[in-house]
């Protein structure tokens, strides 16, 4: 029935995940005993399969923090100088594991207006100084300041004076009973001898942190931090930018560029090799088994795939060059699975369908750009647009992003000429990925479940000896899949 995954991409098609649909096979496990622990690169391992995808308007600090905190990890990206992107690495790397609320400060003189990013945090901090560095005076909530019209008007006149906080000592099982005597939504942690807040702690976030054992330890480096990924380029200065990021304490370094098999990238995956021996380098991005078996050579400790099926990628139209991902996941994970290098699908991840997809093809974790974007912790602020709350999601080949200096990633930073490969575009609030990504990972054990695939390791099992069965779904499969034949629904899914 179906056919196996070694005649199904063997064909000449160039298949994208909508393309394929897995059959059924048989379930003898219950859906939580199902394990998503996996690889990210030869030697870093993480609790949940999913990667946050180094762009501008995706992973800084916050979005570092939260991946680390599920137990996946955040690459930080590099489109800013290379002290910014060092100092978003090491404000990551400062936070107390496994709290993760950002904290955002405002002195008592500052207009509302000049608030207008909360990030993950749930409170502004109002100090003297408007830094960490004096003693907590007041906050504003972010229930409260959504409801603010008067935005020209001093902090000062709408802070709640000395919030009530708790000692910077309590351990988490004192945090969490002192929110709950209180019947408190959050509590600032303070420094008693100076006054200084240290950490905000929200009730929701000690729910979660109960959960760590069910849903998957934080990803924590041998420093005993968050653990961070960082991403650079293959020039010159690149090798400068990676001395900084490793001093800031960057457990892996990815290699940037959207055609990876290049002179340029395999003398830089030798040079970081050679350099910092403990340091994994994660190349690509690569598509087919010829690319994967060049950087595997050079010494890749992990492989991302994807070239043009993001959701923001024009590269397929530019350039007229790129591949499915479907078929590219399953082709370079068969050429990396022999070398034992885990591969990343990079891109084109828009449900929990495709993240099941990508893994059970043959890859080690999923990289998502749009998926994570418009979240709390993707930076930027939210705007309105039409009555929706969106946040700006942009591809790093796009005009704006390039200006920036993201075109190295597309080789084209020495031209005069500069052409687009990305979009510049808007994603609808998501709310907290800390919310979110667990529900979607619950959905892909149910996937893996429906699979009889107990692990990442017992899929790719399952797909290689062909007992698990593919087939294309036609136009009309893909629209009977979806849902259909509705005046109207409500697109919630929990
Ligand atoms: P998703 O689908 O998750 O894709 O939004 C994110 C991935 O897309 C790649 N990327 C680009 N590709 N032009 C491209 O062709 C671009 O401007 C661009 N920006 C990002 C990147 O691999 C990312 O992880």
């Known amino acids: 029935d179906g056919f196996p995954a070694s005649r199904l991409f063997n064909q000449g098609y160039s298949y994208t995940y909508d393309d394929v649909i897995f059959l059924p096979h048989y379930i003898d496990f219950p859906t939580d005993s199902v394990q998503l622990s996996t690889k990210l690169s030869r030697n ?91 003693k ?68 929701a976030e000690v729910e979660r942190i109960r959960e760590f054992p069910k849903m998957g330890m934080p990803s924590v480096g041998p420093d005993g931090k968050f653990m961070v990924g960082v991403a650079i380029g293959t020039r010159e200065l690149d090798k400068e930018r990676l001395e900084h990021l490793v001093k800031a304490g960057a457990n892996v370094v990815v290699l940037d560029s959207s055609q990876g098999n290049s002179i340029y990238q395999i003398e830089m995956i030798k040079y970081v090799k050679k350099t910092y021996p403990e340091l994994d380098v994660i190349g690509g991005n690569v598509v087919t088994m010829y690319q994967a078996h060049n950087l595997i050579q050079a010494g890749v400790d992990g492989l991302r795939v994807g070239m043009g099926s993001g959701s923001i990628c024009t590269t397929q139209e530019v350039c007229a060059v790129g591949r499915g991902q479907a078929t590219a996941v399953y082709k370079v ?30 890859a080690s974790t999923v990289m998502m750009g749009s998926f994570l974007a418009g979240s709390n912790e993707a930076p930027g602020a939210y705007e309105y647009q039409g009555g929706c709350r969106i946040k700006k999601y942009r591809g790093m080949g796009s005009l704006e992003a390039m200006t920036k200096g993201s075109d190295a990633r597309y080789l084209g930073d020495t031209a005069k000429l500069k052409i687009a490969q990305g979009v510049v575009g808007a994603v609808a609030d998501k709310g907290s990925v800390l919310k979110f990504v667990p529900y979607a990972m619950q959905a892909v054990k149910q996937g893996f479940q429906d699979l009889g695939a107990s692990s990442l390791q017992s899929a790719h099992e399952l797909l290689r000896s062909g007992v698990l069965r593919l087939e294309v779904r036609t136009g009309a499969a893909q629209v009977e899949g979806g849902v259909h034949g509705l005046v109207s629904y409500e697109k919630k899914s929990f």
């Open 136 to 203: 907590l005076l007041g906050a504003i909530t972010k229930s409260d300041w959504q409801v603010l019209n008067d935005k020209e008007t001093r902090v000062s006149v709408y802070m709640a004076k000395s919030p009530v906080s708790a000692p910077s000592d309590y351990d988490f099982e004192q945090v969490a009973a002192y929110l709950a005597a209180k019947n408190l939504e959050f509590v600032p942690l303070v420094n008693e001898e100076d006054g200084e807040v240290v950490d905000v702690v929200t009730a």
């Open 44 to 134: 870093l391992n993480l609790s949940i399969p999913c990667v946050a995808s180094p762009m501008d308007t995706v992973t800084e600090s916050s979005m570092a923090v939260a991946m680390a905190a599920l137990g996946g990890i955040a690459i930080v990206h590099s489109n800013n100088s290379a002290s910014d992107q060092a100092s978003i690495v090491r404000s990551a790397k400062s936070h107390r594991i496994p709290f993760v609320s950002d904290l955002i400060f405002k002195s008592p003189s500052d207009s509302i207006s000049s608030i207008d990013d909360f990030g993950s945090s749930p409170c502004i901090l109002i100090t003297e100084s408007g830094t960490r560095k004096s």
């Open 333 to 362: 994970s068969s050429v990396a699975e022999r070398s034992g290098v885990p591969v990343i699908a990079d891109g084109g991840i828009s449900n929990s369908g495709h993240i099941v997809k990508g893994l059970v093809l043959g």
